[in-house]
């Protein structure tokens, strides 16, 4: 697919995904979240080589406000990254399992969120809104994807997929995410199993 086929998909998708996005919301477009759980290994490691990732405290978790800007700029980072970042496993880009850090180049599931999450930082986009999501794929591996928490619901970036969707649309099993309040502690999604994934694969 040539960039130029590529930027006139992307503007396709721009205008159906945000008329589906500034549909109505229902209660069900919300993750419901449980009690404080297990942080994945491969996050506390990052947070040790990045204390500063995992020390933003924020008592406000009121979700992003979506208007149709902040969803091109969303909707752009998400192809854009799923597009340069060439898929890898964490052995193969850093020579050892659940290594999660900022990609160059290539990267497992869990380099895609971490950078989704810092290039929409960087955009100003509130970090509490920004949610790193462990779940189990229909095959039953571990995968990461970043939540993005809205006034219209929660939804998805996943590497596997370019379009943004609402958490409830897609095929996952939702095991946990971070905390709104805590970006270094995680909380257990209930309609997931409150289980430790120690291994996430791409």
């Not at 462990?134 to 219209?152: C, F, K, M, P, Y």
Request: neutral net charge.
């Amino acid at each position: 697919m040539t960039k130029h086929t590529i930027i006139i998909a992307m503007i396709i998708m721009l205008g159906t995904a945000f008329a589906q996005a500034a549909s109505p919301a229902s209660k069900s477009h919300w993750m419901p979240t449980g009690e404080r759980t297990s942080q994945p290994i491969g996050h506390y490691d990052f947070c040790q080589r990045h204390p500063a990732e995992c020390n933003i405290m924020n008592k406000n978790s009121i979700p992003l406000t979506l208007n149709r800007n902040i969803w091109q700029e969303i909707i752009t980072i998400n192809a854009s990254i799923n597009q340069r970042i060439a898929p890898r496993t964490d052995l193969d880009v850093w020579g050892q399992e659940e290594y999660w850090e900022y990609p160059t180049i290539a990267g497992d599931c869990d380099d895609y969120m971490l950078l989704k999450r810092r290039e929409l930082m960087a955009l100003g986009i509130p970090a509490n809104t920004l949610l790193m999501t462990v779940v189990r794929q229909q095959n039953g591996e571990g995968h990461a994807v970043l939540t993005i928490r809205t006034d219209r619901g929660d939804f998805i970036l996943d590497n596997l997929d370019q379009r943004v969707r609402l958490w409830n649309d897609t095929d996952y099993t939702y095991l946990k995410r971070q905390s709104t309040t805590n970006s270094g502690a995680w909380v257990s999604i209930k309609n997931g199993l409150d289980t430790v994934v120690s291994s996430i694969r791409n």
